[in-house]
């Protein structure tokens, strides 16, 4: 199964706001509220960001929110803040039982 | 709050097979919430899953790998496996582990351990 596709990078300055989309090669993500999002600062592991497309876990910003439409879902920052410059993956559960990550995406923090 | 190690060989030779083993700590490893997965990180590119394992013993795997991939749990232990054979050079990563929450999210993950392959 094809990774889902995010664009390799995405800028902004502090308390801008900026969107990671994560789009799916055929109907995967519009079929399915399995989306999450996880945030990996380099050298550790990935933490996770959002669940079931738009749930935030305890203890994560309010500032991080998700969405989907049709085949494509997306994670937005509100109030960019140079800690969130890390690299941004999203991840699907399919139908199959199965999980695919989305190719990730480099945010910075001008 | 779970908490996950993984451990194991830092180097493998190619052909051999990658073996390793996570520790779960805060929970059960045969609670009904939770499965159980083992992620992979190639040195500076993305995610790729591996697999996962239920306290059953049922499994799934990427299909990419299955024919080289073994999971196994042991709830005496409260720990995972995996076993990867034929590796290659291409196998060299930082293995994850991580717990799957409602068989959808990985929400806790191990720190990494990075395993290279090479003779």
């Known amino acids: 199964q094809s990774a889902l596709t995010q664009p390799a990078s995405v800028s902004g300055s502090p308390g801008q706001s900026i969107t990671i989309s994560c789009t799916g090669s055929n109907s995967d993500v519009d079929g399915y509220n399995y989306v999450s999002w996880y945030q990996q600062h380099p050298g550790k592991a990935p933490k996770l960001m959002i669940y079931?497309?738009?749930n935030r876990p305890s203890g994560v910003s309010n500032r991080f929110s998700g969405s989907k439409s049709g085949n494509t879902a997306s994670l937005t920052i509100s109030g960019l803040q140079a800690e969130d410059e890390a690299d941004y993956y999203c991840s699907l559960f399919t139908s199959r039982g199965t999980y695919v990550f989305g190719t990730g995406a480099k945010v910075t923090v001008l | 709050q779970l908490q996950l190690q993984e451990s194991g060989p830092g180097l493998v030779k190619p052909s051999e097979t990658l073996s390793l083993s996570c520790s779960v700590s805060g929970g059960s490893i045969s609670s009904s919430s939770y499965y159980w997965g083992w992620i992979r990180q190639p040195p500076g590119k993305g995610l790729e899953w591996i697999g996962s394992?239920?306290?059953?013993?049922?499994?799934d795997y990427n299909p990419s790998l299955k024919s080289r991939v073994t999971m196994s749990v042991d709830t005496s232990k409260n720990r995972f496996s995996l076993k990867l054979s034929s590796v290659t050079a291409a196998d060299t990563a930082v293995y994850f582990c991580a717990s799957i929450a409602a068989r959808t999210y990985f929400d806790y993950w191990g720190q990494g351990t990075l395993v290279t392959v090479s003779s």
């Open positions: 394992i239920y306290y059953s013993g049922s499994t």
């Open positions: 079931d497309v738009t």
